[in-house]
């Protein structure tokens, strides 16, 4: 399985932390996606994880900004 860790900006409550991890739930149908809102960061796990840049496309169509992709 992988794992990744993204810095997220622009998260500022729940319910935006909400939308992000539906909106990068759907980018891939075996992706678990687990926000933390008050570090600003979000641990993707799956057996195949979406490319940086559809993320960062995906979270800029929504008002968000990728910072940051660490492998964990």
Excluded: I, N, T, Y
Excluded at 25 to 35: A, M, Q
Excluded at 40 to 62: H, I, N, Q, T, W
């Amino acid at each position: 399985m992988s794992e990744s860790l993204l810095s997220v900006g622009g998260m500022r409550c729940a319910h935006c932390a909400g939308q992000v991890k539906r909106l990068l739930e759907g980018l891939g149908h075996d992706l678990s996606v687990d926000v933390d809102l008050d570090a600003a960061r979000v641990r993707l796990r799956g057996g195949a994880l979406p490319s940086p840049e559809a993320v960062a496309r995906a979270l800029d169509a929504a008002g968000f900004l990728l910072l940051g992709s660490d492998d964990a």
